[in-house]
């Protein structure tokens, strides 16, 4: 699946062009983005920091019909990743950081923005051979205004991604 991220308060087109694809291999998922007009502003160099405090592609995904219980995965554009399985009661979110589980990890810059892309073993998450709902999404601050510019695949209309009603199928 190929697609574009739009604004996710809004619904509007993104502000910037943000390209996301989707393939599946065997027991993985493969997630590539292109993000045009990136300061590619990262805060954290290490794996499993808050890098969404700065530019950041994220899949939330999940097999859960009622979607409380979901992967997220992130990259910044200095290849730094995060990933966790969250558990949202109600708002109020459970958080177990996850090793090992993302790789192929692939980033870099272009005239306009960056590239990025990784893939997730989804037999490690336990998310192999189901039907996965998710959301994707991207966080551009324009060298680090927080949260200045939320993208994603299907908008929440608020300035959260943790909004498992906007979850869809991802193909």
Known sequence: ???LL????TGEPAVYKTEV????????????FVCENSACYCPYQKNNMP?????????????DEKRREYLETEIA???AVFAAIIVNDGGKLNITMLDDVLFDIRVSKTETGYFAEYK???????????TLFGNIYRIETDGGEHNKHLFALNPTLCGNFHIPEKFIEIK
Do not use: H
């Open 1 to 3: 699946m190929k697609a």
């Open 6 to 9: 739009k604004n996710s308060r």
């Open 21 to 32: 694809e989707t393939e599946f291999f065997g027991e993985y998922l493969k997630l590539s």
């Open 51 to 63: 890098i969404y405090e700065g530019d950041v592609c994220e899949a939330f995904l999940c097999a």
């Open 77 to 79: 554009p200095n290849g």
């Open 120 to 130: 997730i073993d989804l037999k490690k998450v336990g998310l192999y051979g189901k």
